[in-house]
T-cell receptor, first 113, second 114 residues
Framework: NAGVTQTPKFRVLKTGQSMTLLCAQDMNHEYMYWYRQDPGMGLRLIHYSVGEGTTAKGEVPDGYNVSRLKKQNFLLGLESAAPSQTSVYFC????????????FGPGTRLTVT | KQEVTQIPAALSVPEGENLVLNCSFTDSAIYNLQWFRQDPGKGLTSLLLIQSSQREQTSGRLNASLDKSSGRSTLYIAASQPGDSATYLCAVRPVETSGSRLTFGEGTQLTVNP
């Protein structure tokens, strides 16, 4: 099992550009999440999904959109990147029968100039 | 709103020492609590998950305890090694598990010196 994988690992964007981050999991997990991690702010939930075709807002959803067309994939989109979106982005997944224990991907480091 | 606090923010110990990391949370209505490890530039690795009905969980040299009524959890690391150097985060999951959303503390950065 590869677990949770994220693509790309690094990216530099100019202000106003768009991009999509891809998260994939091979554990057949129902739940998937996108977090951002910033110094002094900890991990904050952006959006999450409780199943294929469903998405919901987390703590800091503004400026991001998500889609979950397939159970194994969760996409995070930035339509018009801003310097405030410079961060490390983590995807995670979990399964009800394991107490919703969350498993994390390796992260994507995004810089917006 | 649930708040999770980890003290100290940083800890430096000599190799071989037993140590305790602390986590406190403001709302005792939790489903479970999860401890993670994060190495620099890496993702989070789940160490232990302790259900609200449990008092403790053990994995190797790690032992996590939970006192839900007082809003506290501790992570005990026995016989620390330089390879234990990392940031340790705790996160709580509310009783209302829809979405299974976690609230994280900011972590304790541990350095174990050879």
């Amino acid at each position: 099992n590869a677990g949770v994988t994220q693509t790309p690992k690094f990216r530099v964007l100019k202000t106003g550009q768009s991009m999509t981050l891809l998260c994939a999991q091979d554990m057949n997990h129902e739940y998937m999440y996108w977090y951002r991690q910033d110094p002094g702010m900890g991990l904050r939930l952006i959006h999450y999904s409780v199943g294929e075709g469903t998405t919901a807002k987390g703590e800091v959803p503004d400026g991001y959109n998500v889609s979950r067309l397939k159970k194994q994939n969760f996409l995070l989109g930035l339509e018009s990147a801003a310097p405030s979106q410079t961060s490390v982005y983590f995807c995670a997944s979990s399964y009800r029968d394991k107490g919703y224990e969350q498993y994390f991907g390796p992260g994507t480091r995004l810089t917006v100039t | 709103k649930q708040e999770v606090t980890q003290i100290p923010a940083a800890l430096s110990v000599p190799e071989g020492e037993n140590l305790v990391l602390n986590c406190s949370f403001t709302d005792s209505a939790i489903y479970n609590l999860q401890w993670f490890r994060q190495d620099p530039g890496k993702g989070l690795t789940s160490l232990l998950l302790i259900q609200s009905s449990q008092r403790e969980q053990t994995s190797g040299r790690l032992n996590a305890s939970l006192d839900k009524s007082s809003g506290r959890s501790t992570l005990y690391i026995a016989a620390s090694q330089p390879g234990d150097s990392a940031t340790y985060l705790c996160a709580v999951r509310p009783v209302e598990t829809s979405g299974s959303r976690l609230t994280f503390g900011e972590g304790t950065q541990l350095t174990v010196n050879p």
